[in-house]
C-alpha cells in the first residue's frame, strides 16, 4: 500500500488529470514520437474505461500543454506534439512573472553554468554556429547613439548567450541558461536597464564576447572556461550598478512623498 501523503496526493487530482497522465505514460511506453498519431476518441473510451467527457478533457489539458495538437478535416485527428524550447522556456517564465528576481540571482547561476557550457563547446562549434555569434557581435559594433540603440544591443550581447545555449551538447543545461538568458532580457527590457547608457557595460561586455569567441574557434576551453567566468563577474557587477540606478529612479526615498 502506498504511503497516505502519495495517496492524498493522488487524489487530489481531478480524473482527467489522472486520464492524461495515464495517456502521457502510455505514449512514452508505447515510443510513439512527436507527429505519430493518438488512438480515435471511442479507442481511448475503451483503453482506460473512462466516459467521453473525461476522455475529452483529457485531452484538452494534454492539447494546453502543448503535448497533444489536434487537427481537423481529412486526415484530421490528435497527434503527439513537441513542446518547443522557446514555449517551454515562456510557460516556465510565467511562474517567475511575479517573483522579484535580481540581478544577483540570475547571475549566481549564470557564474555557476556558463563558463562550463563555453569549455565543453570549445573547438566543437560549427562554421555556422561561428558565424552566427560573429554576425550578432557586429550588431554591437559601435557605442549606442540613442537609448533605443542601447536597448536593442542589450538583447543582442545576450542573443550571443543563447546561441550558445542552443548549441549545447547537454540539453538541460542548454534549457537553463536560455531560460537564464531570456529572463536577463525581459527584466532588462521591462525595468529599463539599459538607462543610462553604460559605455564601460558595452565595451567590456564586447571585449570578453570577441575573446570567447576566438577561444571557442581555437578549441581552448581552460581559456573559454576562464574567459566566460571574467565575463560572468563583470557584467554581474555593472548590471548590479545599472539595477542600483533604477531603483534610485522608481523608488521615492524613504520619507519623501508618494
Not at 517551454?88 to 540570475?106: M, S, V
Not at 549606442?144 to 542573443?159: F, G, I, W, Y
Amino acid at each position: 500500500m502506498p504511503p497516505a501523503t502519495t495517496r492524498s496526493r493522488t487524489d487530489r487530482r481531478s480524473r482527467p488529470e489522472r486520464v492524461a497522465e495515464a495517456i502521457k505514460a502510455w505514449v512514452v511506453e508505447q515510443r510513439l514520437q512527436p507527429g505519430d498519431r493518438l488512438p480515435s476518441e471511442p479507442e481511448l473510451i475503451e483503453r482506460f474505461g473512462m466516459a467521453k467527457s473525461t476522455i475529452r478533457e483529457a485531452m484538452r489539458l494534454l492539447e494546453a500543454q502543448g503535448l497533444v495538437r489536434t487537427r481537423t478535416g481529412p486526415g484530421g485527428g490528435s497527434f503527439v506534439h513537441e513542446v518547443s524550447r522557446a514555449r517551454a522556456q515562456a510557460l516556465l517564465g510565467n511562474y517567475f512573472y511575479f517573483k522579484d528576481l535580481t540581478i544577483r540571482d540570475i547571475y549566481q547561476l549564470r557564474r555557476a553554468l556558463e563558463p562550463e557550457l563555453a569549455a565543453s563547446l570549445a573547438g566543437k562549434l560549427s562554421q555556422d554556429v561561428l558565424a552566427r555569434l560573429e554576425q550578432t557581435l557586429h550588431a554591437y559594433d559601435v557605442p549606442a547613439r540613442t537609448l533605443e540603440e542601447e536597448r536593442a544591443q542589450h538583447v543582442d550581447s545576450l542573443r550571443f548567450h543563447a546561441i550558445l545555449a542552443e548549441a549545447a551538447e547537454n540539453e538541460l543545461l542548454g534549457f537553463i541558461i536560455g531560460f537564464m538568458t531570456s529572463v536577463l532580457s525581459d527584466i532588462t527590457v521591462t525595468r529599463r536597464l539599459y538607462a543610462p547608457p553604460n559605455q564601460e557595460l558595452w565595451q567590456r561586455g564586447r571585449d570578453y564576447q570577441r575573446r570567447l569567441l576566438m577561444a571557442l574557434r581555437e578549441g581552448d576551453a581552460g581559456a573559454a572556461r576562464a574567459i566566460m567566468k571574467a565575463h560572468m563577474q563583470t557584467a554581474q557587477a555593472l548590471m548590479e550598478g545599472q539595477e542600483a540606478e533604477m531603483l534610485r529612479r522608481f523608488i521615492p526615498e524613504q520619507g519623501s512623498e508618494v
